[in-house]
């Protein structure tokens, strides 16, 4: 399984962008994808999760309210939209796929990762 993730930029803050992460190779009918985020001495950090048919996601509490993850199964793909960011925001994003059937904030659940992409928000 590859995962293949886009989307990142600059943006000030207050600004949007959405992630996008495409998944290809042999996938398993069934599976949760996810988003995390790094950012420099700091421990990776899970934002958020949907189940295999989108209906049921997890968030991060900084996050909810303004971001919201979503997937297009007839494209293996899963969106991470991004409002009203801020500074701390800034990390390099990275999707990644769980063949567990939680939504797990638990990056030891997920067993393929993408390259990551980076999001900067400037104040």
């Known amino acids: 399984v590859q995962l293949q993730a886009s989307g990142g930029g600059l943006v000030q803050a207050g600004g949007s962008l959405r992630l996008s992460c495409a998944a290809s190779?042999?996938?398993?009918?069934?599976?949760?994808m996810g988003w995390f985020r790094r950012t420099p001495g700091k421990e990776r950090e899970f934002v958020a999760a949907i189940s295999t048919r989108g209906s049921r996601t997890n968030y991060l509490d900084d996050v909810k309210g303004r971001f919201a993850i979503s997937r297009d199964t007839s494209k293996n793909t899963v969106y991470l939209q991004m409002n009203g960011l801020k500074p701390e925001d800034t990390a390099v994003y990275y999707c990644?796929?769980?063949?567990?059937?939680?939504?797990?904030?638990?990056?030891?659940?997920?067993?393929?990762w993408g390259q990551g992409t980076v999001v900067t928000v400037s104040s």
């Open positions: 990644a796929l769980s063949l567990a059937g939680n939504l797990y904030s638990d990056g030891t659940y997920y067993r393929y």
């Open positions: 190779g042999r996938t398993s009918s069934r599976y949760t």
